[in-house]
Every structure is written in structure tokens, then in C-alpha cells.
């Protein structure tokens, strides 16, 4: 427990130095917690998440193979780019804790990086991040999660600067042929290039809102011909494999996407009673697109497994859109928001911790970079 207790410690001592403007500190703390994060990942054991043991046994078959021809249809993923990736390291002679290792730093990276680019707040950011599970779910979703870090600057890079911008393209290609899942990425791209041309009008949001509640009515058929397409990823329809996405029938993890959904439509209500736009306001409508499709289709399909893996694209959109909206909420709004935000991140983390979602605890620390 202590490895994971760590990073919320130096969050907070972070964030206090920052508070206390010491020059540097932000930046500083973000690469340090990334560094971190990086660390407690890639060396973790084998016994460490429900999945790690799996990546282990496919990634021994494809360094197996000769020649990368042979690798692919041993390795029972449809993912050219992690094969090939994991195939040369293989190659080189590396054990299975290097490619953790070398996993954990592009998702770390990446994810860091969007904090960097998307967040008025980064230390708050990356504490979120931390305390809503998400590093917990980098864990056990590690091929995924390497394709939402680059997902997700391909996103910003789509949002900033078009869809000219050739380096989202080539994040986006390296994430799709990691995981097929990235294509969730892309309702959000859409929504988020309508809003940037309607000039953040509030006919726009009003208009992404509702698309993402068709979108959500429509997903279980779209998730069905997924899963025809991709026959793996039926491992993850209908099975419930932790606590705290189970109890009360639908799954408690709805009351998360609720209250995130709620912030999120807060802060573009509160924008909305505002004259002009700032570079935090421009972040909540860059943002709101991610948030929006998963909070409205978390809110609907909270239960099932496989629809929440789909949105861990989305999810750390939220993880920006809190400090924007914390700091364009008026003052005595504001405290309470703050106050609700703390409680359910407590809460939330605490409950993960001691219900051990996906075998988390205890940590263990796995040795040997090369066979």
C-alpha cells in the first residue's frame, strides 16, 4: 500500500510548495510524480493486477518467435504496433519487467504531458488522476492505457491546431494499432471540432449533450459489432470482476460518472454567466467533448465492464476540467465545490484501496530488466 500512499504524499507536498510559489515546483512535481508513477509500475510483480501474469505469458510467446510473421497470430491480439514493439524487445533480450517498465514510461509520459497541455492546475490534476483510480486502471489495462496517453495528445493536437496537424495522425495510427479501442477517441474529436468551429455558443454544448446521449442509447449496438470485429475483447461483457463496480444492482461507479458529469455541466453553466473567455475557459470547452461522452455513457452503461474500459479515453478528461472549473466558479460557490470534490476523491480512493480492486495489494516488487 505504501508505493501507492507515496504518490499522494508527494502530490501534496507539491502542491503545498506550489501554494507557496517556490519557483519551479510545478514542473518540477510533475515530472517527479511521473517518474514515480513510472517506477512503481514498471517494477512491480507479476501477483501486482488480474492482467499482469497475461501481458507476462503473451509477451514470452511473441519474443518467441523467430521471425515478427510468426509473432502476430501467436499472440492473439489484434494490435500490429504492440506486437512489433514488443517483438524487437524481445529481439534485444529484454524480460517481461523491462516492457512494463518501458510500458510504464509512455503511458506516464503521455499522460503527464496531457496534464501538462490541458491543465491550469497540473499538481491537482495528477492528484485526481491518482485518487480516481486511473493509474490503478494503467496497472491492468497496461496495452490500453499506452494507447490513451497517445489518444489523448492526439486529441489535443486535433483541438488546438485541426485536423491538418500530422503529428495527431501519426499518435493516433500508433494508437489504434496498440489497441482497437482508440477508435472511442474519435465521437470525441468530432464533437470537440464542432464546438471549436461553433465558437463556444452554448447551442453547440447544448447539441454535443445530446449526441452523447444518443451516442449512449446506441453504444450497446456498437459495442456489440465491436466485440465482432475484435472476438477478444468478449472477455469483458458482462463479468464484474470488482467490488466497487458492482453492489446496488446498477454498480456504484455510476455515482462516480454522475458527480463528474455534474461538475462538468457546473462549469459550463458558471462560464455561461461570465463576459469574455480566458485560456482556462478555452480548456473547459476543449475538454468537455471527454467529459460529457463519459460521464452521460458511464451514467447509462455504468455496469458494464467492457463499456467502461471503453471509456478510459474519456475519463482523464476529467482530470483537467476540475481545476478549470474550480477556478472559473465564483468565490462562494467555489469553497463547497471544493469541499464535494475532496470528499469524493477520498472516498473513492480509500474504497479502492481497501475493497483491493484487480489484486492491486499487496505490492510487490518484480527484479531482472534482461533474461
Known amino acids: 500500500m505504501l508505493p501507492y500512499i507515496s504518490l499522494i504524499l508527494i502530490s501534496l507536498f507539491f502542491i503545498v510548495l506550489n501554494v507557496a510559489r517556490v519557483k519551479g515546483s ?40 523467430s521471425d515478427l510473421s510468426d509473432a502476430f497470430p501467436i499472440s492473439t491480439i489484434t494490435a500490429p504496433v504492440y506486437v512489433s514493439y514488443a517483438w524487437v524487445l524481445g529481439r534485444i533480450g ?4 523491462a516492457l512494463l517498465l518501458f510500458n510504464a514510461l ?32 494503467s496497472l491492468n489495462g497496461m496495452r490500453q492505457y499506452v494507447a490513451v496517453a497517445l489518444a489523448l495528445n492526439a486529441y489535443l493536437d486535433f483541438c488546438l491546431y485541426g485536423v491538418r496537424k500530422i503529428r495527431a495522425w501519426i499518435l493516433i495510427v500508433l494508437a489504434l ?10 465521437p470525441c474529436v468530432i464533437a470537440a471540432l464542432y464546438i471549436r468551429n461553433g465558437r463556444h455558443n452554448r447551442k453547440s ?5 445530446s449526441v452523447a446521449a444518443f451516442f ?29 463496480f458492482s453492489g446496488l444492482g446498477a454498480g456504484r461507479i455510476r455515482y462516480l460518472y454522475a458527480a463528474l458529469l455534474g461538475i462538468s455541466i457546473f462549469g ?28 452521460v455513457v458511464g451514467l447509462v452503461y455504468g455496469a458494464s465492464p467492457l463499456i467502461n474500459r471503453l471509456l478510459w479515453f474519456c475519463l482523464p478528461g476529467h482530470i483537467s476540467m476540475i481545476p478549470s472549473v474550480v477556478d ?34 499487496p505490492y510487490v516488487i518484480g527484479i531482472g530488466l534482461f533474461e
Open 177 to 186: 494499432g496498440i489497441h482497437a479501442t482508440a477508435l472511442m477517441i474519435f
Open 106 to 137: 509512455i503511458t506516464n509520459i503521455g499522460i503527464a504531458y496531457f496534464i501538462k497541455r490541458s491543465s491550469n492546475r497540473p499538481l491537482i490534476s495528477i492528484l485526481v488522476y491518482v485518487c480516481l483510480g486511473m493509474f490503478f486502471q
Open 26 to 65: 510545478e514542473d518540477a512535481g510533475l515530472v517527479v510524480i511521473a517518474l514515480v508513477m513510472t517506477l512503481v509500475a514498471g517494477f512491480r510483480g507479476l501477483t501486482v493486477g488480474t492482467d499482469t501474469l497475461l501481458y507476462s505469458n503473451m509477451y514470452y510467446r511473441i519474443a518467441g518467435c
Open 205 to 209: 454544448l447544448l447539441i454535443v449533450l
Open 328 to 361: 472559473n466558479t465564483e468565490k462562494g460557490w467555489a469553497q463547497l465545490l471544493k469541499l464535494g470534490i475532496f470528499l469524493i476523491l477520498a472516498v473513492w480512493f480509500v474504497a479502492q484501496l481497501t475493497e483491493n480492486q484487480d489484486d492491486m495489494l
Open 94 to 97: 529484454f524480460s517481461h519487467q
Open 216 to 244: 449512449s442509447s446506441a453504444l450497446v449496438v456498437l459495442s456489440d459489432v465491436f466485440m465482432r470485429l475484435f472476438p477478444i475483447y468478449s472477455m469483458y461483457n458482462g463479468v464484474q470482476n470488482a467490488a466497487i
Open 268 to 295: 459550463i453553466a458558471s462560464f455561461g454567466h461570465r463576459d469574455g473567455a480566458s485560456c482556462n475557459d478555452d480548456r473547459i470547452f476543449i475538454l468537455f467533448p471527454l467529459c460529457v461522452v463519459s460521464g
